[in-house]
């Protein structure tokens, strides 16, 4: 093999995660303002029934839909591209798989709502069926942004989604109407099928991320963080679609019952904002606690004291 000559300017670039935490970094910090903003008025006491988590659930969920059920059908495509394929089998990893989970999660909230809210939920699902078809078309036109997809909704399950999964336990059971709380979504295992917090999944797919990165070129790794800033931009529009959307709470006076009551628990003016440094603050606490591998005793001491 001949070498090449070695351009000197050409400094080499970074891993792509790192490229991808810095291009995303703003739009997820606008984000989780938002998500801390509304997630208090999904659970109690602003909120008795879970009702508008299954709402957002059916709308966020619509992500791992059709990313999940991308892979999974050029997985099993005979005829689909060999590179890609290679590509999607170093990051597959069937258990951070959440579409089976949310879907049964769901079927399970629908029917402790009664035929009432189970309509409402499938009403607004319906309705955010535009978002899975949009992320379709975009991995068909372009199957290695795909990447941008697992990154950004895989570790935010641990990251945020850990502390939202805490709030989400600890609403206890009369607000999940039933003992067995419907949090599948939410959880992990370990090799052995034992309750986890994921830790050992993260790392393996931080890993496996890394690696499969190195086969894209320069214009599809530019692709691949252009659109995790879209899929932030999304997350963005999903927000504000379950904020306004007229399905989404049975009317506007009902809206404003939610955000006074959650004002009025946290004794703040409704216009300050306030609930999310609290949040923030007890978010980076928790961070600590939850990212060590001796982290699954708290996880499960978590979940008990919640009952
Ligand atoms: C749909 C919503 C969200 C998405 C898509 C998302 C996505 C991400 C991604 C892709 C990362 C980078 C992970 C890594 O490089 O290891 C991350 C990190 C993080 N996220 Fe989120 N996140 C969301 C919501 C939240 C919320 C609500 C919070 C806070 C409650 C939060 C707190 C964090 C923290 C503390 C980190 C670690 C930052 C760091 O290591 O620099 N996220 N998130």
Redesign the pocket.
Known sequence: MVPQPVCESETPRSLL?IE??AA??DK?HA??LQ??KN?PLCVPPASDSPILYAKGMAV?GQIYYAFEAHLTACLEDKEFDETLRDLYKRIYVPRLLRSPRLRRDLEIVNMRLGDHGKQEVEDISERSMIYYRRIRAALCAKPHVLLAYM???Y??L????R??RSQFFSAGSSFWLGQDFPLSFWDFEDPTGTASNGEDL?VAF?ENFAEASRLLDDTQRDEVIDE?KN??DL?LEMVRFLEGGPSLLASPETFSTHIAATNRAADRSPTTGSLVLP??HY??SL?GSLATAASNTVWRRKELSSD
């Open positions: 995660p991808l935490l995303t970094r997820h984000l989780n998500i801390l997630l966020f990154w950004t909704m570790l935010a641990f990251n945020g989604g502390w939202m993260k931080k995790s899929l932030f997350c949040a923030w978010v980076a961070f």
